[in-house]
């Protein structure tokens, strides 16, 4: 008797089932596009490490809370700040469903491009995913580029968590604010409106208008 699969199992196959029609279109496009051989490797080679990490993360333990940072002290700490690893540029857009806009109108990949993006709703939408983020939240940063890369609205369980703020320490010895004053008018330069003014005139006559040029008569 064959063991039922896990619903993280059964949630990794339904995701590489939805790549799985593209990628025979993908295929497809690129024999008869040669210039479209880059782009179509660097998405094959995408989907796979998607479906790789979505195995490994939905596979792992949940992680426990993390605990509460202490504010700091405000004692100088003697240990250098470790320096940020710089973070690496993604050769993709990010603007919303990039991929469908780059793809040809054609009647073959539009059918595809369409059942992929229904069949990523009902994935994200799916009782077994939502249970899985619950417990690990860590999946939506896969899931969020493909569902933007297909046209896909996030739902509200898979946005990301709103950040944390940190509050800053007072500052003990705050600048005072600058006060600008104004400048004083002289009463001949205010220009009370009167019956005739009708603001300001928008011709030759404004002191902006560039001048008038005078052209010369050429004698033959």
Not at 87 to 95: A, H, L, V
Not at 129 to 139: D, E, F, G, Q, V
Not at 171 to 192: E, G, S, T, Y
């Amino acid at each position: 008797m064959t063991e039922a699969p896990r619903p993280h199992e059964a949630l990794t196959e339904t995701l590489k089932a939805i790549f799985a029609g593209f990628h025979r279109e993908a295929v497809r496009l690129a024999q008869h596009h040669r210039a479209a051989m880059p782009m179509v490797t660097l998405l094959l080679g995408y989907f796979n490490r998607v479906v790789i990490r979505f195995a490994r993360s939905a596979a792992k333990p949940a992680a426990p809370p993390r605990p509460i940072r202490e504010p700091a002290s405000d004692t100088p700490e003697t240990a250098p700040p470790k320096p940020s690893r710089p973070r690496k540029p993604s050769p993709f857009s990010t603007q919303f469903a990039w991929l469908l806009h780059l793809l040809p109108t054609t009647p073959t990949t539009g059918v595809v491009a369409a059942q992929a993006h229904y069949d990523l709703i009902a994935f994200v939408n799916s009782p077994d995913l939502i249970a899985l983020l619950a417990a690990k939240p860590s999946l939506g940063r896969i899931l969020r580029p493909i569902c933007r890369m297909f046209g896909v609205n996030l739902p509200d369980h898979l946005r990301p968590p709103p950040r944390e703020r940190r509050q800053r320490k007072p500052n003990p010895n705050p600048k005072p604010k600058r006060i600008i004053w104004p400048i004083p008018l002289h009463p001949a330069d205010i220009r009370v409106p009167d019956a005739n003014y009708h603001g300001v005139h928008f011709g030759p006559g404004n002191r902006f208008w560039p001048p008038r040029r005078k052209y010369r008569k050429i004698h033959s």
